[in-house]
Every structure is written in C-alpha cells, then in structure tokens.
T-cell receptor, first 114, second 112 residues
Framework: KQEVTQIPAALSVPEGENLVLNCSFTDSAIYNLQWFRQDPGKGLTSLLLIQSSQREQTSGRLNASLDKSSGRSTLYIAASQPGDSATYLCAVEDFTGGGNKLTFGTGTQLKVEL | AAGVIQSPRHLIKEKRETATLKCYPIPRHDTVYWYQQGPGQDPQFLISFYEKMQSDKGSIPDRFSAQQFSDYHSELNMSSLELGDSALYFC???????????FGPGTRLTVL
C-alpha cells in the first residue's frame, strides 16, 4: 500500500526566505507526482505535476523535483511571501486495485510572516 | 476553460438522513474520482469510474454508493449519515483512466 509522508508538518518563516518542503513515498511505481496548495477550508489548487519520466518542473517561484528511485520529491519556494501561507500537499498517482488514484501526504502547513 | 463542477457546494444534514453529491466532469473527460477530506486530514480516495464502470474502490463505507451516468456526470449517495461523515468531498475528472486528475471545488457536508 502506497504511503506518502511530508516533512516538516509545519513551518514558519520570515518573508523573503527560500524554503524546501519534502515529500517521500514508499512505492516507486508511480505515474506522476503532484503538488497542491490548500487554503483553510478551501479546495485544492494544483501547483506542479511531474510525470514519472521527468526530474523537475518549474512555475514562477516554485520548483519541484522528483527522484522516483529513492521515493522523494521536494518543492522549492523562492523568496517566500505572506500570500504563500497555506497547506501544501503532495500526492502520488499510481495504478493499484484496477484504476488510478492519488494518495496524498498529510501536508506541510506553511506560515510566512511579515 | 471549463472546470469540474460540484453541487451543492455546501450541505447540512441531520444524523441518519441521506445526501446526494453531484459531480460534472470537464467536457470529454470520461473518468471520475471521489475523495473525502475530514477535518485536519488529507484527502482519502473513495471510488472511481471509467466509462460508466467502477474502476477502483478505496475506503468507501458500505452506506455510500456512487455511479457514473451516460453523460459522464457522477453522483455519490450517502445514507444513514453519521457525524463522522462531516467532511469536504472532492470530485476529480480525467481523460482516460491514466490521465491527469483535475479537481472540483468540493462539497462541504456537515452532519448535525
């Protein structure tokens, strides 16, 4: 059974810092890995999707890397801003039980302070 | 671009009542997934459908059932509601059973 772990569970940084969020998964037979942002009580906003054949993806101040063989992904946020405060979830998509599904990590709660 | 539509956005029910959540996938998407996110929890996969057939099943209680219709929209039926069913229910859709999943805004169900 796929298990996804995120470290740290919570993070508080001053504005402007560069930061790294970590995600690890137990089964490397994945189709892709996706990073989401979720504001309190709100829906899931997809940030970056890395296909299993890719090593990294970039969007603006965000960069995500994937090392499938070691079961790890990192999300790098450059020059953090208060508006980046949210919970960040990574999810891996694999094919078990007859269909694709996403297995989510427990998230990193980020607070960027002025 | 058209996104996944979920209705209703908010729903309040009493214990032991029934609820029906609806999901309208992105046009031409033939696969629908349902996820449940309890308070402070990560989303958990419930069930998925591909071309109107159930393709996978996760931790979905026996009190819940779902189906996908000929127009590819899906409904999640929940009976004998319990307090623990209070959660945010997400629907996602994809083109093909291995396509990228796109999420709807969710339905917040509160059971009193």
């Amino acid at each position: 059974k796929q298990e996804v772990t995120q470290i740290p569970a919570a993070l508080s940084v001053p504005e402007g810092e560069n930061l790294v969020l970590n995600c690890s998964f137990t089964d490397s037979a994945i189709y892709n890995l996706q990073w989401f942002r979720q504001d309190p009580g709100k829906g899931l906003t997809s940030l970056l999707l890395i296909q299993s054949s890719q090593r990294e993806q970039t969007s603006g101040r965000l960069n995500a890397s994937l090392d499938k063989s070691s079961g790890r992904s990192t999300l790098y946020i450059a020059a953090s801003q208060p508006g980046d405060s949210a919970t960040y979830l990574c999810a891996v998509e694999d094919f078990t039980g007859g269909g694709n599904k996403l297995t989510f990590g427990t998230g990193t709660q980020l607070k960027v302070e002025l | 671009a058209a996104g996944v539509i979920q209705s209703p956005r908010h729903l309040i029910k009493e214990k032991r009542e029934t609820a029906t959540l609806k999901c309208y996938p992105i046009p031409r998407h033939d696969t629908v997934y349902w996820y449940q996110q309890g308070p402070g929890q990560d989303p958990q996969f419930l069930i998925s459908f591909y071309e109107k057939m159930q393709s996978d099943k996760g931790s979905i209680p026996d009190r819940f059932s779902a189906q996908q219709f000929s127009d590819y929209h899906s409904e999640l039926n929940m009976s004998s509601l319990e307090l623990g069913d209070s959660a945010l229910y997400f629907c996602a859709s994809s083109l093909g059973y291995s396509g990228t999943q796109y999420f709807g805004p969710g339905t917040r169900l509160t059971v009193l």
